[in-house]
């Protein structure tokens, strides 16, 4: 039986701190039907000589100007053939096993839109500082702006493409924005596993 194809997109722009740390736990999945997809925004920091040094892994890559996140992570979306989507900033990472967990969540449950675990947050150096453990939620909550972990959120693309992608107009609660909508079609399913790890640092965009 053919795995679910799951595509992955990582917008960029000048985190090659960060960078291969996340593209190595995107391609250390060893998901058998991945397509993964980085969206740089013409970073001059050392990022596209790292790309580069996986482009033979990727399904594909630009660099080149854009207007911000919302836009990359759409570049990505419209390039995705995937039958589940996601995104992984460029200063996050995912935890082994992650994508895996959540197609065989999402093929047990198909009328959900999205699934979504716990995330670690760590600081600029590495070293873990929080959990975040989240909890069942649905569309009334996220109207009270109760949060889920964006990096350990995994779509549906079938959802996705009649909520429609991010709304570049959102510079901050872009991904809020987007549950919200994605919510009036289907709803979402918690799962207390750490999927994911989000870096919180000087320059993150929190």
């Known amino acids: ?30 998901y058998p039907n991945l397509e993964y997809w980085i969206i740089d925004g013409g970073s001059q920091d050392g990022s596209v ?13 630009v660099s080149e100007r854009d207007s911000g996140q919302a836009e990359a992570i759409n570049k990505g979306f419209t390039r995705a053939t995937g039958e589940i989507v996601a995104w992984i900033n460029s200063d996050d990472y995912y935890l082994p096993g992650a994508i895996q967990a959540a ?25 873990v500082i929080n959990v975040q453990h989240f909890k069942q939620m649905g569309l009334d909550d996220l109207m009270q702006f109760k949060i889920i972990g964006q990096p350990s959120v995994f779509m549906r693309r079938s959802v996705l493409e009649k ?7 959102y510079h901050y609660l872009l991904d809020h924005e987007l549950w919200l ?6 709803a979402m399913l918690y799962t207390p596993q750490r999927w994911s790890v989000a870096r919180y640092h000087a320059a993150a965009k929190n």
Do not use: C
């Open 1 to 30: 039986m053919t795995s679910p194809r799951v595509s992955i997109v990582t917008p960029s722009y000048q985190q090659a701190a960060y960078l291969e740390e996340t593209i190595r736990s995107v391609l250390d999945q060893h």
């Open 49 to 61: 000589e790292i790309i580069r040094k996986y482009a033979d892994q990727l399904a594909g890559w």
């Open 103 to 127: 197609v065989d969540l999402l093929e047990q449950h198909p009328d959900v839109a999205l699934v979504y675990g716990d995330v670690v947050a760590i600081n600029g150096e590495g070293e």
């Open 163 to 169: 909520a429609g992608f991010l709304d570049l107009s």
């Open 181 to 186: 909508r994605l919510m009036q079609h289907a």
